[in-house]
Nanobody, 121 residues
Framework: EVQLVESGGGLVQPGGSLRLSCAAS????????MCWIRQATGKGPEWVSA????????YYHDSVKGRFTMSRDNAKNTLYLQMNSLKPEDTAVYYC??????????????WGQGTQVTVSP
């Protein structure tokens, strides 16, 4: 089955850190572009980061640049998002998706079920 399963979300204080995981099945993450998308309550989806197939070059939205790091473990067929210096405005449901951000934001590619990240005192 082709599937993406996110995990690692939770409640954290401002300035804290979380590491999200996205386990893929039915395809190889190294062979396709992948990205992270988030959606806050009452807001539309926003792209967070992306990684290219093959070379693994990464890209970040300005709002998370310098704080978040996207990576890929090809042996585990898993995607990661390390989130540091978290802010309340980072609160959202985080999704991984197969494809480029433009494709993910228009829901033309596979999304996972999402994992909730809440940043609050």
């Amino acid at each position: 089955e082709v599937q993406l399963v996110e995990s690692g979300g939770g409640l954290v204080q401002p300035g804290g850190s979380l590491r999200l995981s996205c386990a893929a099945s039915g395809f190889t993450v190294e062979s396709v572009d992948m990205c992270w998308i988030r959606q806050a309550t009452g807001k539309g989806p926003e792209w967070v980061s992306a990684i290219d197939d093959g070379d693994g070059d990464t890209y970040y939205h300005d709002s998370v640049k310098g704080r978040f790091t996207m990576s890929r473990d090809n042996a585990k067929n898993t995607l990661y998002l390390q989130m540091n210096s978290l802010k309340p405005e980072d609160t959202a449901v985080y999704y991984c998706a197969r494809g480029e951000p433009t494709e993910a934001l228009t829901h033309t590619v596979l999304w996972g079920q999402g994992t909730q990240v809440t940043v609050s005192p």
